[in-house]
């Protein structure tokens, strides 16, 4: 079995805002895309076009109609991925110490040399955050994009996960939630985000932001990230349209 580190550095992770994310999968599509080329094995697809697709991914997006008391009903669109607990059940529970937790960062990590793709793990976990990778055999699950956050070789603005920076809207954000002075830990202030199911002990990192009440002030406009190269041209070209 793996033992947690008895204290962290940082506590990296996610910050979702539940009022802006439109559902648009492009955070799905992101992570896809580098973790095809990135850390660990690719994540393989079985049937990606089929009536029935399967396939391994470590982020996804569900969405669901919700009905609050003497309020209209509306949609929330719902990201769903590791949540890179304090006391992350999935570790302790290991058998190969394949899972681990980064002292430095707290990022969750699967050491897939070490993984015998038993299942305890993805057993463990109650977000569902873990998915058996069918071709190679082994455990996924979000990395926070290790290898991009640390990558020198990226521009400054690159150097975050990927679903973080394809996304339209800006409803996700990466920081230190350990930090009290950092953005992410003031916005969670700011909007009263909360951690996944607290009752059950696991002390997830990531932060939700809730979605506000229909008629409430929306969230501000975002400046549009400037596009370069061809994607810049293009869109010069199109908004002449």
């Not at 079985?46 to 949609?75: C, D, I, M, W």
């Not at 930090?179 to 932060?207: H, I, W």
Request: aromatic share 6%.
């Amino acid at each position: 079995m793996t033992c947690l580190p008895g204290k962290v550095d940082k506590a990296l992770g996610l910050v979702i805002d539940l009022d802006t994310c439109v559902g648009c999968q492009a955070c799905v599509t992101a992570c896809k895309g580098w973790n095809d080329q990135g850390y660990g094995v690719p994540l393989s697809d079985q049937n990606a076009y089929g009536a029935k697709p399967s396939g391994t991914f470590l982020n996804r997006v569900h969405s669901y109609e919700v009905q609050a008391e003497n309020a209209a009903p509306q949609v929330v669109n719902f990201p769903r991925s590791c949540l890179h607990c304090a006391d992350a059940p999935c570790v302790t529970v290991c058998p190969t110490g394949a899972s681990y937790k980064r002292s430095e960062d707290g990022i969750v990590l699967v050491n897939e040399d070490a993984c015998i793709g038993c299942g305890l793990c993805a057993w463990a976990c109650p977000y569902g955050a873990r998915e058996m990778d069918a071709d190679a055999g082994v455990m996924k699950k979000c990395t926070l994009c290790v290898d991009r956050i640390y990558n020198t070789h990226l521009p400054e603005e690159d150097r975050e996960p990927a679903c973080v920076r394809t996304c339209p809207t800006g409803a996700r954000h990466f920081g230190d939630l350990s930090d009290p002075t950092s953005k992410v830990s003031q916005l969670v202030e700011a909007r009263g985000g909360y951690a996944l199911m607290p009752e059950l002990g696991t002390k997830p990192v990531n932060r939700y932001l809730p979605p506000r009440k229909k008629g409430a002030v929306a969230a501000p406009v975002l400046e549009p990230l400037e596009a370069k190269g061809l994607a810049g041209w293009l869109d010069r070209i199109l908004g002449k349209i």
